[in-house]
């Protein structure tokens, strides 16, 4: 045990004699998840519209200053008919209103943007039908868990998960490999101290950094960015650290299998970034992929912290309802820490 | 002095075909983003489970119903019995939209003092809510307008109004989402690998041993950048292949477009690369700063969510970081066919962030330690 503590002692000396990697890992997750929080945002607003008219009569006139003070729409004046085809092409609108002389009105996309097209078209819909909007249903409707349509509730949770895996994988992954490449790694494998406190004593002061970060970016996410922790504090605090501990082994597990730094902090860096991104959740919902592709999201971490978190600090759920993502991101951890083990006594032979 | 160029390059290419990791993610990456990623990139909401509470049972009711059943958007859930446990089911994450309508619905309804119909959809995904709410409520209005134009009722202006959908009629995302995706290579090949390339002479103390020969400081780094180019544009046309051949997707402008947009982009994020690696100790320290700027890069340029949905300051902030504009080119001459001297606003910030940067890298490059 005595050994143990004095291969911690070794590796925060390591992290404290380089204070500036030290400060740029505390605060680029503050930074990114500030910007992130507050700029990003997948509704869509500010559709640029333009129109063309011919003839204004009293119902054109009604609907252009419709279009004008739609809070969804920014409206970018008229054009001509020419014109439509080339504004849309450049980008100058995503939309133009044609009023016809027979009181018909066609509405031309780009649709180039699927998704900001089908957005627009209901906006317009809804903005040049507003007389059948009036006798229409009564409906009363309710947002559950978010009444005010924040996309934060679902972005910030992502963001976060993002960051935990990225960040601490980018930690570890080089600590095995630096040893390989300057050749420290021999004296290692002839100590006397088992693989696992090596990789344990590895893994701990990173751990310590890692927390200092969870909890900044918590106290961010929560007062200023206006998250809600409705469910159990603690629960999430289990959460969170169980899934940064895993993160710290993926990044071990790495960097034993990798043969240099470079290899180690590229596959951390960028090739696992885009896939973590898009099959997390944060961005395009699991259930909506093709079957072979929700499949591939079963073995990516950040997918069951994703799920899990929002339960805990939107919908205000339980230990109770997250015990599955709890033990699916226990088992993984385990699996990457008995694997980096294995990969590290492999050396020996 | 004048063949020292082509055998600095002949290193860098030999180092890299040593490797035995870097040209099978050089391989894998085009294969990726062509053919997995793509996939990923469903924006439409499909598959919405609603939970239909029906108190009424009225003939209009019934056509809701049965239009909401018939709609790709929905999947009607079994019938639940009360709106409490629908809530129930809400929560448990069973259904995403509840709709339940009032007792004696249509009989109040052309008394004309209806109850409302309640909906309440599950918004933790503020987006997917909002739209399923959107297309409950359309499906349902649609229902009710059928009935009264069948009654003889007069006919809403909703007929009087036609969308087109140009450039992409078919509505598909993919098609949106590939030619953007694309810059991850170059992200790749002109970002992270030049940089890697880098901080490794650093580390291994190779970067000072050339710094006491003749060799130019300028030459060296040309050396290392130039093959990273040609690699670039050689894996670009890869994944413009793939695209083809697998999504049938072609750009709809010029090809030459895409090209030198990809080659002033590659041109602007090398010189970012090199300016890192001159103000950086370590390797890991380098890959930090880097991602750092890369993920704001992927979220922050309209990759995945609009620029023009960020607040005033964060879009201003964009102007600054190249992927934005070589996005916007990639995606116009693809599905657009946009020319030249439309997009003269993105070539010209390219051009001139590109000079920016490798200003910035002449300048912090220091030839002593």
């Known amino acids: 045990m005595n050994a143990f503590a004095s291969f911690v002692r070794k590796e925060c000396i390591h992290i404290l004699r380089d204070p500036r990697t030290m400060l740029i890992?505390?605060?680029?997750?503050?930074?990114?998840?500030?910007?992130?929080?507050?700029?990003?945002?997948?509704?869509?607003?500010?559709?640029?519209?333009?129109?063309?008219?011919?003839?204004?009569?009293?119902d054109v006139r009604r609907d252009l200053t419709a279009l004008e003070h739609n809070p969804y729409v920014t409206f970018k004046g008229i054009i001509r008919e020419g014109e439509v085809d080339a504004a849309l092409r450049c980008g100058r609108c995503s939309a133009v209103v044609l009023f016809g002389r027979d009181g018909k009105r066609h509405i031309v996309l780009d649709a180039s943007n699927s998704s900001l097209s089908a957005s627009a078209a209901i906006y317009l819909?809804?903005?040049?039908?507003?007389?059948?909007?009036?006798?229409?249903l009564p409906v009363t409707t309710f947002m559950r868990h978010n009444p005010q349509l924040k996309s934060a509730y679902n972005f910030v949770p992502g963001v976060m998960g993002?960051?935990?895996?990225?960040?601490?994988?980018?930690?570890?992954?080089?600590?095995?490999?630096?040893?390989?490449?300057?050749?420290?790694?021999?004296?290692?494998?002839?100590?006397?101290?088992?693989?696992?406190?090596?990789?344990?004593?590895?893994?701990?002061?990173?751990?310590?950094l890692s927390l200092f970060n969870l909890a900044t970016i918590l106290l961010l996410s929560h007062y200023v960015l206006e998250m809600p922790v409705a469910g159990n504090l603690s629960v999430l605090l289990i959460l969170c650290t169980l899934y940064i501990v895993l993160s710290l082994f993926l990044g071990l597990f790495v960097s034993t299998l990798a043969q240099s730094q470079m290899v180690a902090l590229l596959i951390c860096a960028m090739v696992m970034l885009v896939p973590m991104m898009m099959l997390s959740g944060m961005m395009f919902p699991v259930e909506n992929l093709p079957p072979v592709l929700k499949q591939l999201t079963f073995i990516v971490p950040a997918r069951w912290f994703n799920d899990a978190i929002r339960k805990v600090m939107v919908e205000g759920l339980g230990f109770v309802a997250i015990w599955k993502e709890l033990s699916i991101l226990f088992a993984m951890a385990l699996a990457l820490f008995v694997a980096s083990i294995k990969k590290f006594k492999d050396r020996l032979e | 002095m004048k063949h020292t160029l082509p055998i600095l390059i002949r290193k860098e290419v030999t180092q890299f075909r040593r490797n035995k990791v870097l040209p099978r993610i050089v391989v894998m990456m085009p294969l990726m983003l062509v053919l997995v990623l793509p996939l990923v990139t469903q924006m439409d909401v499909k598959n919405i489970s609603i939970a239909f509470i029906d108190h009424d049972r009225s003939p209009l009711t019934l056509r809701m119903e049965s239009h909401l059943a018939h709609s790709d958007y929905f999947r009607l859930c079994e019938p639940v019995g009360s709106f409490e446990e629908a809530e129930q089911m809400l929560d448990d994450g069973k259904v995403d939209l509840v709709v339940c309508i009032p007792e004696h619905f249509e009989r109040d309804l052309t008394l004309g003092d209806p109850k409302p119909i309640l909906l309440e959809a599950n918004a933790v995904n503020a987006t997917k809510g909002a739209q399923g709410m959107q297309y409950a409520l359309q499906t349902i209005a649609s229902a009710a307008m059928e009935k009264a134009r069948e009654r003889g009722a007069a006919i809403g202006t909703e007929q009087l109004l036609t969308v087109e959908n140009r450039y992409n009629p078919t509505g598909n995302y993919r098609h949106f989402m590939l030619p953007a995706l694309m810059i991850v290579l170059l992200i790749l090949v002109c970002c992270f690998l030049p940089l890697l390339n880098i901080m490794t002479e650093k580390e291994h103390g190779t970067f000072e041993q050339i710094n006491v020969t003749p060799v130019g400081r300028l030459e060296f780094i040309l050396a290392k950048l130039i093959p990273y180019w040609l690699l670039a544009m050689v894996l670009l046309a890869v994944a413009m292949l793939l695209?083809?051949?697998?999504?049938?997707?072609?750009?709809?402008?010029?090809?030459?477009?895409?090209?030198?947009?990809?080659?002033?982009?590659?041109?602007?994020?090398?010189?970012?690369?090199?300016?890192?690696?001159?103000?950086?100790?370590?390797?890991?320290?380098?890959?930090?700063v880097m991602f750092f700027f890369v993920m704001l890069f992927m979220l922050m340029s309209g990759l995945f969510t609009p620029i023009d949905s960020m607040p005033r300051w964060a879009q201003d902030i964009t102007y600054a970081f190249p992927p934005r504009y070589v996005i916007d080119v990639f995606r116009s001459v693809y599905l657009k066919g946009t020319l030249f001297v439309e997009l003269w606003f993105d070539f010209l910030m390219l051009t001139l962030l590109a000079v920016v940067f490798n200003l910035l890298a002449t300048v912090t490059y220091k030839k002593q330690s």
């Open chain 2, 243 to 288: 695209a083809w051949a697998v999504y049938g997707l072609l750009p709809a402008g010029a090809a030459a477009l895409v090209f030198l947009a990809a080659f002033l982009f590659a041109l602007c994020i090398s010189g970012f690369a090199v300016t890192i690696a001159n103000i950086s100790d370590t390797m890991q320290q380098a890959i930090f």
């Open chain 1, 25 to 58: 890992v505390l605060l680029m997750p503050v930074v990114l998840m500030m910007l992130f929080g507050f700029s990003i945002s997948t509704e869509i607003k500010n559709i640029d519209v333009a129109a063309v008219a011919t003839r204004y009569t009293t």
């Open chain 1, 125 to 136: 819909r809804s903005i040049l039908t507003a007389d059948a909007a009036a006798s229409a």
């Open chain 1, 162 to 208: 993002l960051i935990f895996i990225l960040i601490c994988a980018l930690m570890t992954c080089v600590s095995v490999v630096r040893e390989k490449e300057s050749g420290t790694m021999e004296v290692l494998l002839v100590s006397p101290v088992r693989p696992v406190y090596v990789v344990l004593a590895k893994m701990i002061p990173y751990l310590v």
